[in-house]
C-alpha cells in the first residue's frame, strides 16, 4: 500500500473515531441533562410553609418560633378564603332545593382542590393519611394545584374523528353572581402569602426515611440498600471470579474442557439479566432455602453470579498479559507455581482486574430484573447495622434503587405527584455508579502507580 493511501486511511480512521466518540457524548449530554436538572430539583427547590411545617413535626428539624410564626401568617392570609366559603355554605342551606343541588357538586370540588392546595380546613378533623394533612410543599407543584382551583378540565368529543380535547373552564363560571366569586381572585393574587415559597437546600434527601409512600420525606433506604447490594455482590464476586481466572490461565492449560469453560463463561456473560433473578428466587430461595423469601443475602449472591462471567473474562486477560518474563523469573528463582501467582502476577495483573471490577460494580448497582425476585421491596425500613445482628439483617428484605425507580414511576397511586422523587432517586443513582467508579478508579492508578515505581 502506498504511503499517500495508508496516510488518507489513517486519518479516515481517526475521523470515524472521534466522531463516534462526539455522537456518543452528545447522546449522553442529551439523556442526562433533564435527569441532572430535575434531579436537582429534588435537593434545592422552592419549599412553601407547609415544607416548612412538615419538617418540625415529623423530623423536628428547624426554628420552632420562626416556623409558628410562618404558619400563622400563612393562616391569616387564608382565613379570607374560609370565610367566603363557610358563607356560602350558610346561604346555600336557606336556599331551595334546585339551587343546593345546582352548587353543591361544584362547591364539593373546589373544597377539595383547596384541600390538596393548602391542606385541611381548620374546622375539620386531623387527616389519618400524612400526605391529606398538609397542603403543597413544593412551590412547583403548587401553582399546578392553583391551577386545579381557578378551574376545571372538561372534553370537548365534538369531532368524531379525534379523542376528546381538553378544555379548561374557569370555575368562577360556577360562582358567577355568588359570594364566592371573588375568592378566586384572590387565591390568584395571594396565593404566594397563603403558601410563603421560600429557597429551600434539602441535602438531607438522601438521608430522610420517606413519609407516606414517598409523598414526603426522603431515600435513605434505597440508598443504602443499593450501596449493600452492590458492596455484598462484588465481595462475593471478585475471590471467585480471580481464582477461576487463575485456575484457567495457570492451571487448567489448553483443552477442550477448558475451552468449553471459556464458552460457558462467555455464554452465562450474554444471558439477559432477569434469567438470573428467576434462578436466584428458584436455587437460593426454593431450593437452599437460604431465607424464607427475599433478603440482602440472596440479592448479594444473586448479583454476585451475574457480573461473576465478566469478572472472570476480564481477570483472565488481566493475567495473559503480564510479561512471561516476571513468572520466568520468578519460577527460577525457585518460587512455587502458587507463590509467584500471588507474589508476581496477581499484582502486575491488579490494574486490568479493577478495571472490570469497576465495570461490573456500575452493573450490578444499577441492575433492577435481579433483585426483583430475590431482594428488593417497595416499602420497607432501612437496613439496620447497628440494632440487630449483621447476620440478621442480611436476612432482611431492603429497597433499592434501581426498583423504586421503576414502581414509583410506574405503579404508584399518584405518579405525577412525586415526579421530583423518581427524578431525584434516578440522580442519586447515576451520582452513585460515578462515586464507586471514580473510587475503583483512583484505587487502581495508585496500585498501578505503586507498581511502576
Given at each position: 500500500m502506498k504511503l499517500h493511501m495508508?496516510?488518507?486511511?489513517?486519518?479516515?480512521?481517526?475521523g470515524l473515531g472521534f466522531l463516534s466518540i462526539s455522537l456518543m457524548a452528545a447522546s449522553l449530554l442529551v439523556i442526562l441533562t433533564p435527569i441532572f436538572v430535575k434531579g436537582f430539583g429534588a435537593f434545592v427547590f422552592q419549599g412553601t410553609v407547609e415544607f416548612r411545617r412538615l419538617q418540625l413535626e415529623k423530623f423536628e428539624r428547624g426554628n420552632r418560633a420562626d416556623i409558628e410564626r410562618e404558619v400563622a401568617a400563612a393562616l391569616r392570609a387564608r382565613q379570607p378564603v374560609y370565610d367566603m366559603i363557610a358563607v356560602f355554605e350558610e346561604r346555600l342551606q336557606s336556599q331551595g332545593f334546585l339551587e343546593r343541588n345546582q352548587h353543591s357538586e361544584p362547591l364539593g370540588e373546589l373544597k377539595d382542590a383547596l384541600r390538596e392546595l393548602l391542606g385541611p380546613f381548620p374546622d375539620e378533623p386531623v387527616p389519618i393519611m400524612p400526605r391529606d394533612q398538609y397542603g403543597q410543599t413544593r412551590w412547583d407543584r403548587a401553582q399546578e394545584k392553583i391551577a386545579h382551583v381557578l378551574y376545571r378540565v372538561e372534553y370537548d368529543h365534538s369531532d368524531p374523528a379525534r379523542m376528546g380535547t381538553e378544555v379548561l373552564i374557569p370555575r368562577e363560571e360556577d360562582f358567577r353572581d355568588t359570594s364566592l366569586e371573588p375568592l378566586f381572585r384572590y387565591v390568584e393574587e395571594n396565593a404566594e402569602k397563603m403558601l410563603l415559597p421560600r429557597l429551600t437546600v434539602y441535602p438531607r434527601f438522601l438521608t430522610d426515611k420517606p413519609i407516606d409512600s414517598h409523598f414526603f420525606g426522603g431515600i435513605w433506604p434505597e440508598v443504602l440498600g443499593t450501596l449493600c447490594l452492590t458492596l455484598g455482590a462484588m465481595l462475593?464476586?471478585?475471590p471467585m471470579g480471580v481464582i477461576s481466572a487463575i485456575y484457567l490461565v495457570e492451571y487448567a492449560g489448553e483443552s477442550q474442557l477448558t475451552s468449553f469453560l471459556r464458552t460457558c463463561v462467555s455464554t452465562l456473560a450474554g444471558v439477559p439479566s432477569i434469567v438470573f433473578g428467576l434462578f436466584g428466587l428458584a436455587f437460593f430461595i426454593n431450593t437452599l432455602h437460604i431465607t424464607h423469601g427475599k433478603s440482602l443475602l440472596v440479592g448479594c449472591l444473586t448479583l454476585a453470579l451475574l457480573i461473576?462471567?465478566?469478572?472472570?473474562?476480564?481477570?483472565?486477560?488481566a493475567i495473559q498479559s503480564v510479561s512471561p518474563a516476571y513468572?520466568?523469573?520468578a519460577l527460577s528463582l525457585g518460587a512455587s507455581r502458587w507463590r509467584t501467582v500471588v507474589t508476581v502476577i496477581l499484582p502486575a495483573s491488579l490494574p486490568g482486574i479493577l478495571t472490570g471490577s469497576v465495570i461490573s460494580?456500575?452493573?450490578?448497582?444499577?441492575?433492577t430484573a435481579p433483585i426483583i425476585?430475590?431482594?428488593a421491596v417497595s416499602v420497607g425500613?432501612?437496613?439496620d447495622f447497628a440494632k440487630l445482628q449483621f447476620w440478621q439483617t442480611c436476612l432482611e428484605a431492603t429497597p433499592a434503587l434501581p426498583w423504586n425507580i421503576y414502581n414509583l414511576a410506574t405503579e404508584h397511586e399518584a405518579v405525577d405527584e412525586i415526579r421530583h422523587v423518581q427524578f431525584g432517586m434516578v440522580f442519586t443513582l447515576i451520582v452513585l455508579v460515578l462515586v464507586l467508579n471514580a473510587a475503583a478508579i483512583l484505587m487502581r492508578a495508585r496500585i498501578a502507580k505503586k507498581l511502576k515505581g
Open positions: 495508508r496516510k488518507i486511511l489513517d486519518k479516515s480512521f481517526s462475593c464476586a471478585l461473576l462471567p465478566t469478572i472472570i473474562r476480564v481477570s483472565e486477560e513468572k520466568e523469573a460494580m456500575g452493573r450490578a448497582a444499577g441492575e425476585f430475590t431482594a425500613k432501612a437496613l
